[in-house]
């Protein structure tokens, strides 16, 4: 098995992993670190933008229940849009993770991964509730999607290298996240190995 195939085994099955003790401790204080990063920055003008940016370009959607247990990549449950953090508003999945991130790096007061110049916590933990809330996820499968999220966050830009992307003008912080977010998706999709493989070369 290469290494392609053993991560996206991995990813295919973490969902259903349990963590050891201490790092689903460390995963539940980064959640919390990425939720008061949210609470802190919603007024600012980042978060204030990106919620307009979303009301004008999807439109809000009304309250509701995410149905939980969709079969792997099926949407058909989404209608209810999921949460933007640190509001009451709800929002297509997509643009509500998106404005949560945004809210969640307003101020860049959350946590960083100094070995790869990544702030993973917007994109991954915005990701994981958003994606949780929409397929009924629960919160141990939530905290299992993120450090797999976390993990492709530090490791991908540690595996391209961080000089290599440097001087191809590529910004570690763009790729770690970006990376990670789709993990998490990813995990809590519950694709099998052959669609991860598709998700990472997407990404």
Do not use: K
């Amino acid at each position: 098995m290469n290494r392609t195939e053993t991560l996206c085994s991995y990813l295919a099955n973490v969902a259903d992993t349990p963590l050891d003790p201490e790092t689903e401790q460390l995963a539940r204080l980064h959640l919390l670190d990425t939720l008061a990063s949210i609470i802190a920055c919603r007024d600012l003008d980042a978060a204030v933008v990106a919620r307009r940016y979303v009301s004008a370009f999807a439109g809000m959607v009304g309250a509701g229940t995410a149905a939980a247990g969709p079969a792997a990549g099926d949407t058909s449950t989404w209608s209810g849009g999921a949460t933007i953090l640190g509001t009451q508003q709800r929002a297509p999945v997509v643009d509500a993770v998106f404005a949560s991130a945004m809210t969640g790096h307003g101020a860049e007061i959350n946590d960083f991964i100094p070995s790869v110049f990544v702030q993973p916590g917007p994109a991954v933990v915005a990701v994981a509730l958003g994606i949780g809330e929409v397929t009924g996820a629960s919160l141990s499968e939530v905290l299992r999607a993120m450090v797999a999220g976390y993990e492709l966050a530090a490791r991908v830009p540690l595996a391209l290298g961080n000089n290599n992307l440097r001087r191809a003008g590529i910004a570690s912080h763009g790729i770690g996240p970006c990376f990670g977010a789709a993990a998490a998706a990813a995990a809590l999709l519950r694709l099998p190995a052959p669609r991860m493989a598709d998700v990472l070369s997407l990404t």
